[in-house]
């Protein structure tokens, strides 16, 4: 079973920034990416990485979050800077092998003064 490790969240104040790291205890796998859910609302894609390196973003995080991947130590990072108040969410990484989704545990963001 692939396991996934995060690590990276907290506290920080508006306009701050925060790296989430992502550990993946598979030796290969294909897309890798983030999801968030904030406190009553639903889980939300935010940016992913294919194993070629192709990024996408949400548009509410575009030009604020950077996602990149190191394949050799097999984790997955989300660069957050610019932060807001309506990033608080706790963030979720996943990877994609062979068709099938697995998560980690996630990771909490607090933006807030």
């Known amino acids: 079973q692939v396991q996934l490790v995060e690590s990276g969240g907290g506290l920080v104040q508006p306009g701050g920034s925060l790296r989430l790291s992502c550990g993946v205890s598979a030796s290969t796998f294909g897309s890798m990416g983030w999801y968030r859910q904030a406190p009553g609302k639903e889980r939300e894609w935010v940016a992913s990485i294919t194993e070629h390196g192709t990024t996408n973003y949400a548009n509410s995080v575009k030009g604020r979050f950077t996602i990149s991947r190191d394949a050799i130590k097999r984790t997955v990072f989300l660069q957050m800077n610019s932060l807001k108040p309506e990033d608080t969410a706790v963030y979720y990484c996943?990877?994609?092998?062979?068709?099938?989704?697995?998560w980690g545990q996630g990771t909490q963001v607090t933006v807030s003064s």
């Open positions: 996943y990877v994609v092998i062979l068709g099938v989704t697995s």
